[in-house]
């Protein structure tokens, strides 16, 4: 592929809900622009961008996947995203570097919970949008109906620039309303339309779209609204000025048309996207920072180098291959760059234009570019690479956290070795996947953003790394504390042959607030103790502490107040202290009240606003309590606060009261007291798994 400079290079995200039709539009672009010899299938498994052995076996995309095509001499740089929930994190780390975005909406459907979501992530980089309703030859299919949607969530702006001729299987054609030309498709699918004449039929209606067209491309300029009522229309040339200028501004989300899976549109998407997109040296100017400051640099060749890493993928041959955006500057093969966090220096061997899985050589990428390299040492997702003599740092993307854990087992000791690494490289590609160790049930972690995203991450560990585990429900890291006070004594005294061991100390034990943890105190008065001790008595207290008292859970958010002992001048030691310490802190839990902690999460549903009313009584029954609702467009946002333990099934659960439509985010809160009847069942539980007998209260 040749180099492309700035001005003839537009970077596209294809956003929008699952199973709208994004990973089939990109194949459709690419047959239309020869980057294929046929139209490919995600139902056949077959698609350039969706080759990740789960993706094909799943018929969805997971990660984001790159294409380059060629049209009309500029180069075309396509984002083919996620559009499930639990994906839906990698589709914000890729937009950041897109310049414009390509929101597909199902014209059966209509505007989707993921197509609000992505839609919002478009406006956070304040990216430029057209609106594609796909799907037109589908049964059940509207576009008037789909129009409807998309309008009342995105406002009137929303405005359609083409209109389709035929509906449902009839759907063979499309209407042009800037220019007033139709354009008709063979059954071939070759993407390339036969201009002709609008049917009779469709005359009226497109003469109405073309006005209400040029009304709302004159009203927000000065200029063309004084023409307009002058002349009562706009020429041509006019129209496509204004339309590009709007769609730049964010005054204007143009509608178009298509069908991607008989190729019906593409070239007229292809054209519109060259006309009204912008190139990437448009921006003008990238924020980022030196030496802490924050800075501009201009997005032209013509500057230093500089690129940032937006995504990274690892490969059974090629080894982990970075893409990466170039703000600043040329980028050349074999050209030496350094990592702004890590200070080492890279070496870009090899750059390529990625299509999919493939990788196409080239020399040099101009700013604004999107290209890939394939084994760099250290750099990672986030990272910046700059001129050593120009260094700059551009933001990394920030995404939520995981809001789902499992407890991960290898199935042998082999696996149990080869885990970590294979972690890493895991890791290394999805930003949105965490794995940790519970430094209190010692279990090992691997958290997503939903029960499928892990199951995933254990197929990839087996399928690419040999590596077999068992995932199960993570155990629930409670807590204890004292709800009470206590004045007690702890004495240890043991004789033997040689010298005794004694031991003998006073405290004073009270609960502190939530997330004070532990606090010790020294009040010895006199010498009563010897200061060389009290640390022993301190440690021995820590340590009973965190082996807890009701059911075996450290510990948390209480004082002890050592005060009054004594020793002997030979038996005493660090041990014996340590020793009474035990002893008093199992005396003072006798009257100091010991309750139970739960965790609870700060919960965040998004869901459309008809599923409200059963969602709150769901949460209500997992003892969840309300925090906060809002309402924007036709979706429902609840924030709650709900035991930890009540939202391990959470996902299938919402999954099947929504129909699929809905998502959340999760993330700790606070620790909060456990009801009585659930915690005499945690304690009981637990006891029962160590071998002890409960002891009946009378």
Known sequence: MKVYESKAIRNVGIVGHGHCGKTSLTAALLFTTGGSNRLLRVDEGNTLTDFDEEEVQRKISISTSLAAVEWNGMKVNLL??????????????????????????DAVAGVEVQTEKVWSFAAEYNLPRAIVINKLDRERSSFERALES????????????????????????????????????????????????????????????????VEMVAEGNDALMEEFFEQGTLPVEHIVEGLDNAVREGRIYPVLCASALHNIGSDLLLSFLEEAFPSPDERKTVVGTVNGSETRR??????????????????????????????????????????????????LAHIGVPVGKNILPVTEFCAGDIGCVAKLRETLTGDSLSDKHSLIAYQAVRLPEPSIAFAIEAKSRQDEDRIGQAMHKLLEEDLSLRFYRDPQTKDFLIAGTGQQHV????????????VDVALKAP??????????????QGRHKKQTGGHGQFGDCWIRMEPLGRGAGFEFANSVFGGAIPKNYIPAVEKGIIETAAKGFLAGYPMVDFKVDVYDGSYHDVDSSELSFKLAARKAFKNAMQTARPALLEPVMNVEIQAPVEFAGDLMGDLNSRRGRIS?????????????????????????????MTQ??????????????????????????????RGEEIEEED
């Not at 059954?187 to 003469?207: F, H, M, N, T, W």
């Open 298 to 347: 201009c997005v032209s060749s013509k500057e230093m180098p500089s690129a940032f890493v937006f995504k990274t993928m690892t490969d059974a041959f090629a080894g982990r291959v970075t893409f990466f955006k170039v703000w600043s500057g040329t980028i050349k093969n074999d050209q030496h760059l350094s990592n702004v966090r890590t200070g080492a220096d890279e070496k």
């Open 455 to 466: 199951e995933i991450v254990a197929s990839r560990l087996r399928k690419r790394y040999h």
């Open 660 to 689: 699929g439509r809905a998502s959340f985010t999760m993330e700790f809160d606070h620790y909060d007291y456990v009801p009585g009847l659930q915690s005499d069942k945690i304690i009981a539980a637990a006891r029962a798994a």
């Open 475 to 488: 155990k629930i890291p409670y807590r204890e504390t004292i709800r009470g006070t206590a004045d007690v």
């Open 80 to 105: 083919d995203t996620p559009g499930y929930n639990i994906f839906i994190n990698d589709t914000r780390a890729a937009l950041v570097a897109a310049d414009g975005v390509v929101v597909m909406v």
């Open 150 to 213: 998309v309008q009342s969530r995105f406002g009137r702006i929303a405005v359609p620039v083409q209109l389709p001729i035929g509906a449902e299987k009839n759907f063979s054609g499309i209407i042009d309303l800037i220019r007033m030309k139709a354009f008709h498709y063979t059954v071939d699918g070759s993407g390339k339309g036969k201009e002709g004449e609008i049917p009779a039929e469709l005359q009226d209606a497109a003469r109405d779209g073309h006005e209400a067209l």
């Open 628 to 656: 906060g609702m809002d309402t924007a467009g036709g979706t429902q946002h609840i924030r709650a606060l709900v035991p930890m333990s009540e939202m391990l099934s959470y996902l299938s659960d919402l999954t099947a």
